[in-house]
């Protein structure tokens, strides 16, 4: 079996966290012995083409010199479009160059697998000129045709709908097929994502973080729908002895704003902006935390979480999460099993239930237990993986 995998994010070099479960979905699946190639789009500095993990990796150009291709990573498409007219003018460049390579990159595959709907617009005729069926997988969580035309066609015409969560699917529509959207979620490398990780590791990288408090960590984009400004009001309002330090992991467009928040707060000595993690150390970061929190929200665009898959990698460590009761996160967070639900936008809610897990260290430790189990059992990528292939063996023997 040969597939095709298009996406507009993808690893665009070692460490790079950005369309990681992209990378490790093709990844197991290589492992099952699926020959897997990747069309991604291109970005300054990286290599056109790459054998990564086994996967065959071409990156295409969508605009001239390459420092001038903007609009894909960074923020992601959806922020770059809202910050600069640059941006949205490389759009219809980006769509052009994307179902030209796809002809040229899925020739020889027996099904394209398209993630998000601009992929999918490339996959839906590519796929019907070279004859071969298209699984289109939906992440985002404001996904709905009434919206996004965009949306709405590609789901109309793929073969097959996948979502990431039982929020995106309340979202799609049937496809033409007649099939229902599917749910197949994004899934968890439990090798390498546990509670036993060596935590030397994060102290040599983070040796001004204190080991006298607890650690409380979130990583994401610095985007409004994470919520982190909820996060430090927050810690403001937590009186705990000693108190707890907050971690923030990660890069976007509100990174200064975040700053003066925090020195507004007075909370520099209680808070850290830790900036871009590597991929290959997050698993040590979230072993030597105590608690993982994710204040997300619904935006302004009505944008919010179609998972949560740091949710997953921090259960997988054995890690309590606390996380907003918004979008596909209730997939994942069982409340009062393996973490806490709280309502978004509400500081005092977040200050309490973090409060309560750090001075209950009977429940901490049941909700890390329960929460190793519940990725192992739900959320394994061997799983998911192995979902996928009998999906595509299906669509391929039907079409």
């Given at each position: 079996?040969?597939?095709c995998?298009?996406?507009?994010?993808?690893?665009?070099?070692?460490?790079?966290?950005?369309?990681t479960?992209?990378?490790?979905?093709?990844?197991?699946?290589?492992?099952?012995?699926?020959?897997?190639?990747?069309?991604?789009?291109?970005?300054?500095?990286?290599?056109?083409?790459?054998?990564?993990?086994?996967?065959?990796?071409?990156?295409?150009?969508?605009?001239?010199p390459?420092?001038?291709?903007?609009?894909?990573?960074?923020?992601?498409i959806?922020?770059?479009?809202?910050?600069?007219?640059?941006?949205?003018?490389?759009?219809?460049?980006l769509v052009?160059?994307?179902?030209?390579n796809?002809?040229?990159?899925?020739?020889?595959?027996?099904?394209?697998?398209?993630h998000?709907?601009?992929s999918?617009?490339?996959a839906?005729?590519?796929?019907?000129?070279?004859?071969?069926?298209?699984?289109?997988?939906?992440?985002?969580?404001?996904?709905?045709?009434?919206?996004?035309?965009?949306?709405?066609?590609?789901?109309?015409?793929?073969?097959?709908?996948?979502?990431?969560?039982?929020?995106?699917?309340?979202?799609?529509?049937?496809?033409?097929?007649?099939?229902?959207?599917m749910?197949?979620?994004?899934?968890?490398?439990?090798?390498?994502?546990?509670p036993?990780?060596?935590?030397?590791?994060?102290?040599?990288?983070?040796?001004?973080?204190?080991?006298?408090?607890?650690?409380?960590?979130?990583?994401?984009?610095?985007?409004?729908?994470?919520?982190?400004?909820?996060?430090?009001?927050?810690?403001e309002?937590?009186?705990?002895?000693?108190?707890?330090?907050?971690?923030?992991?990660?890069?976007?467009?509100?990174?200064?704003?975040?700053?003066?928040h925090?020195?507004?707060?007075?909370?520099?000595?209680?808070?850290?902006?830790?900036?871009?993690?590597?991929?290959?150390?997050?698993?040590?970061?979230?072993?030597?935390?105590?608690?993982?929190?994710?204040?997300?929200?619904?935006?302004?665009?009505?944008?919010?979480?179609?998972?949560?898959?740091?949710?997953?990698?921090?259960?997988?460590?054995?890690?309590?999460?606390?996380a907003?009761?918004?979008?596909?996160?209730?997939?994942?967070?069982?409340?009062?099993?393996?973490?806490?639900?709280?309502?978004?936008?509400?500081?005092?809610?977040?200050?309490?239930?973090?409060?309560?897990?750090?001075e209950?260290?009977?429940?901490?430790?049941?909700?890390?237990?329960?929460?190793?189990?519940?990725?192992?059992e739900?959320f394994?990528w061997?799983?998911?993986?192995?979902?996928?292939?009998a999906?595509?063996?299906q669509?391929?023997?039907?079409?």
């Open positions: 079996m040969r597939i995998i298009l996406t507009t994010s993808f690893p665009l070099y070692r460490g790079v966290t950005i369309g479960h992209v990378l490790e979905q093709a990844r197991h699946l290589v492992r099952r012995g699926v020959h897997v190639d990747v069309l991604a789009p291109h970005h300054e500095g990286a290599p056109w083409y790459e054998l990564m993990n086994g996967i065959s990796v071409y990156r295409f150009r969508y605009m001239w390459q420092r001038c291709q903007t609009l894909c990573y960074g923020a992601g959806p922020t770059n479009l809202k910050k600069s007219k640059w941006a949205k003018l490389q759009l219809p460049f052009l160059m994307f179902f030209i796809t002809l040229r990159v899925a020739r020889r595959s027996d099904l394209i697998h398209a998000w709907p601009l999918g617009l490339s839906i005729f590519a796929g019907k000129i070279l004859k071969i069926p298209v699984a289109v997988m939906l992440h985002h969580g404001s996904t709905s045709h009434r919206s996004n035309p965009l949306t709405g066609f590609v789901v109309k015409k793929a073969d097959i709908v996948l979502c990431n969560s039982s929020y995106t699917r309340s979202k799609a529509l049937t496809g033409n097929s007649g099939r229902e959207p749910i197949i979620s994004p899934g968890v490398d439990t090798e390498r994502f546990h036993n990780t060596d935590r030397r590791i994060f102290s040599a990288r983070e040796t001004d973080i204190p080991k006298d408090r607890p650690l409380i960590l979130t990583l994401g984009r610095l985007i409004g729908l994470k919520g982190f400004a909820y996060l430090i009001d927050a810690m309002m937590m009186q705990t002895d000693p108190l707890p330090f907050l971690m923030i992991g990660g890069r976007g467009p509100l990174r200064k704003q975040l700053e003066r925090i020195q507004h707060k007075g909370l520099e000595d209680r808070i850290k902006l830790m900036g871009h993690v590597p991929y290959e150390f997050i698993h040590h970061y979230h072993a030597a935390a105590d608690l993982f929190v994710l204040p997300s929200i619904i935006d302004q665009e009505g944008n919010t979480e179609g998972l949560g898959v740091v949710l997953l990698e921090a259960l997988a460590c054995g890690t309590p999460c606390i907003s009761n918004v979008g596909g996160i209730t997939d994942i967070i069982k409340d009062g099993k393996n973490g806490f639900l709280v309502e978004p936008k509400n500081a005092e809610e977040l200050a309490n239930k973090i409060t309560a897990l750090i209950n260290k009977v429940l901490k430790q049941k909700m890390a237990d329960y929460g190793r189990s519940f990725v192992e739900n394994s061997r799983a998911k993986a192995r979902e996928l292939q999906l595509y063996q669509l391929i023997d039907e079409h």
